[in-house]
């Protein structure tokens, strides 16, 4: 009897698809550029601190957007810095994720109706995966969102855009937002 065999007789194989292993390792190092513009900054910057200890989720922040692969846009955009934000966009590696934080990157916050400098939702210039809601969102409600991007990357196929994706979601009539929670039911019930 060889090595290989005892280790099948001692039940020790793991049987899974590659999407599975794959997506298990993006979403267990995901690397947030943080782009933090107002008080959100503040929250965000709290969250990477010792008491929330975002590491025990594989979660390590990085500066550069060369390196990362999710992007947190925190706090107000105005229209002079929504080409940073583009360019930045465009610089981060495939595939790529955007997190938007608190009602200014959201919708333009309370500045949406007499700012005329402030862009009305970071959604109009990059594609936004996840939205935060709060004025500023507590650091809890910002690893809720953490938490979405992880289902969303654990839910992707490999070689189908996440566009594809949805696409086939919607023709057969499927909320993606309701495979997600359906997900996460059945991972707390087993």
Known sequence: MGLLDAKISNHNVLVTSVDNVLNWARLSSLWPMGFGLACCAIEMMATNASNYDLERFGIFPRSSPRQSDLMIVAGTVTMKMAERVIRLYEQM???????????CSNCGGPYWKHGYHVLK?????????????????????????????????????????????????EEKNIDPGQLIEDARKGAMAS
Do not use: N, W
């Open 93 to 103: 590696p495939e595939p790529r994720y955007v997190l938007s934080m608190g009602s």
């Open 121 to 169: 939702g970071v959604d109009r210039i990059i594609p936004v995966d996840v939205y935060v809601p709060g004025c500023p969102p507590r650091p809890e409600a910002l690893i809720g969102g953490l938490m979405k991007v992880q289902e969303l990357i654990r839910m992707e196929q490999i070689g189908i855009s996440r566009v594809e994706a949805l696409k086939k979601l």
